[in-house]
């Protein structure tokens, strides 16, 4: 039997089918749901990081900032509970994002491994009790409701019309769900089976490979590596120029501490750069930052955002920072 949105109502399959099963069957689900105070305790118990490891884990969640001003013990719990009281805060993306890597990656260690299996049921049947469910991915769900597509039909009608997810409107909302997701695209690399290489994200030439595969099934001519006219008497390579949509990608890795207090002079220099090339009308300006050294990251693309012009051209910048 195929499982598709036109028989999803009437048929629950089992969980080991559910975890298989395509995101292009997956009908969507109600956006924001509040979250017990019972659960919120239950998932901030195993909840396992530093204050910055964690802020970063639940605002590129989707969590609305800024963090609690709350011990280690009692802010994650609080932070899922407002989460559920937003009403503009999609709540099951955040718990199952948070929850993702905890529920899916067994530790190597055998005695880790067997207090791990115990934490996790502790978690699976808190949330049963709460009327959700967790799926492999990072994904949280009400009972009975199997997981909804990365693009949402943007109707009922639509959704009724057609068995496939919408794809993006454009190449910009591409480039944010891309680009907000790549710390996810790396997480199945970085944890793979046992007995495989895992792969690691340790350099710029790393993460913009990485990004370059991400690029290639949606969008025909990318061109890596593309000199930009001269500024102050020197010249810079683009990370990717896409010249049908006018748009530029520079992708910066934070190696360092020292290097951190650099960035935003580097990206005011390639800003400059960028608003002279004749197919850069946008520029997208992201940082990887995976061990969090930047220290005001809200400031930093607060100063950077926006449209730069002057006589000789101008470009629109947006700055993703990745924690």
């Not at 999803?8 to 105070?37: E, I, W």
């Not at 500024?231 to 890795?253: C, N, Q, W």
């Not at 400059?272 to 197919?279: D, G, L, V």
């Amino acid at each position: 039997m195929v499982f598709g949105p036109h028989n999803a109502a009437c048929f629950q399959p089992p969980r080991d089918v559910v975890d298989r099963l395509p995101p292009c069957y997956y009908p969507a689900v109600a956006k924001n749901v509040r979250l017990p105070r019972a659960l919120c305790a239950a998932v901030g118990e195993f909840l396992r990081g530093s204050h910055p490891t964690l802020n970063a884990l639940f605002l590129n969640s989707g969590a609305p900032g800024p963090p609690p001003p709350f011990a280690l013990d009692r802010k994650w719990k609080e932070w899922l509970f407002v989460c559920g009281t937003n009403p503009e805060c999609d709540t099951l993306t955040v718990l199952g994002n948070v929850l993702e890597e905890f529920m899916d990656v067994e530790p190597s260690n055998p005695e880790e491994a067997a207090k791990w299996k115990g934490e996790r049921e502790r978690v699976v049947r808190v949330l049963e009790e709460n009327g959700l469910r967790y799926y492999r991915g990072g994904r949280v769900l009400p009972s009975g409701a199997p997981p909804e597509p990365a693009y949402p039909a943007s109707s009922s009608a639509n959704m009724a019309s057609s068995p496939e997810p919408r794809k993006p409107a454009g190449v910009e909302e591409l480039l944010l769900v891309l680009l907000k997701n790549l710390r996810r695209a790396m997480h199945p690399l970085t944890h793979r089976r046992k007995g495989a290489v895992s792969l690691t994200f340790s350099s710029e030439y790393d993460v913009q490979d990485l990004l370059h595969a991400l690029l290639r099934p949606w969008i025909t001519d990318i061109r890596p590596e593309e000199h930009t006219p001269s500024y102050a008497g020197s010249s810079t390579r683009m990370d990717f120029l896409l010249p049908a949509h006018r748009t530029v990608i520079e992708l910066k890795f934070v190696r360092d501490a020292e290097h951190a207090k650099k960035i935003g002079n580097e990206l005011i220099v390639d800003i400059e750069h960028y608003r002279k090339h004749p197919e850069c009308d946008r520029l997208w300006c992201v940082v990887y930052d995976p061990e969090h050294l930047i220290r005001n990251p809200d400031g930093l693309k607060k100063d950077l955002e926006g449209t730069r012009s002057s006589k000789e051209g101008a470009v629109e910048v947006k700055v993703l920072i990745l924690a």
